[in-house]
């Protein structure tokens, strides 16, 4: 069973457009959901995490445990936004602990 | 961060050869993992390692087989590659060597093409 599901594989919106990218999950414990993007000829990395409720690159994402959601927010879209960007899911804890990801979703960032 | 170095970044393999994938970490990680990136763009988890002489199989079944018989070397074989394989192979450690729950550090993976 899906655990996490990114129901969109592209998003394209203008430069200035607000952005949303879904993310909801399924796990029975307290779920810990992470944000991560690769952007063109780079390396996955980390974006944000919930738990730290911060915004980066002037993206958000609020955990909501009613709807397990995880959705990935931005009022005004910049090109360089344009990258993937996955939703993941922690699984298990401590050293027994793995990660989980989404499909992964395109979001392409027009001038 | 670039202490998790993966090589060859890209490798294009003729059918039924052997090949290894290397990664390695200077940061004494005990835990290490590979995922595969499929041409959709999804990522699995294949193999994962607790420390030296701990290995485990991931989420997806894969003909891959890893070893770590040093701390800093993750390295991911086949035995006999199929155009089946071809896919993006990342390593990854999490980033915080003592919280082993810390978010993952990626390599910047191996391209890999059977043809």
């Known amino acids: 069973a899906q655990r996490v599901t990114q129901p969109e594989k592209l998003l394209s919106v203008f430069k200035g457009a607000p952005v949303e990218l879904k993310c909801n999950y399924s796990y029975s414990g307290s779920p810990e959901l992470f944000w991560y993007v690769q952007y063109s000829r780079q390396r996955l990395q980390l974006l944000l995490r919930?738990?730290s409720r911060e915004s980066i690159k002037g993206f958000t994402a609020d955990l909501n445990k009613g709807e397990t959601s995880f959705h990935l927010k931005k009022p005004f879209a910049q090109e360089e936004d344009s990258a993937m960007y996955y939703c993941?899911?922690?699984?298990?804890?401590?050293?027994?602990?793995?990660?989980?990801f989404g499909k992964g979703i395109t979001l392409s960032v027009r001038p | 961060e670039a202490d998790i170095y993966q090589t060859p970044r890209y490798l294009v393999i003729g059918t039924g050869k052997k090949i290894t994938l290397e990664c390695s970490q200077t940061?004494?990680?005990?835990?290490m993992y590979w995922y595969q990136q499929d041409p959709g763009m999804e990522l699995h988890l294949i193999h994962y390692?607790?420390?030296?002489?701990?290995?485990e199989k991931g989420d997806l079944s894969s003909e891959s087989t890893v070893s770590r018989i040093r701390t800093e070397h993750f390295p991911l074989t086949l035995e006999s590659a199929r155009p089946s394989h071809t896919s993006q192979y990342l390593c990854?450690?999490?980033?915080?060597?003592?919280?082993?729950?810390?978010?993952?550090?990626f390599g910047n993976g191996t391209r890999l093409t059977v043809t």
């Open positions: 990854a450690r999490n980033r915080d060597r003592l919280i082993q729950n810390s978010p993952l550090h």
């Open positions: 919930h738990i």
């Open positions: 993941a899911l922690k699984e298990g804890t401590g050293a027994n602990s793995k990660l989980t």
């Open positions: 940061m004494g990680h005990d835990k």
């Open positions: 390692s607790y420390g030296v002489n701990s290995t």
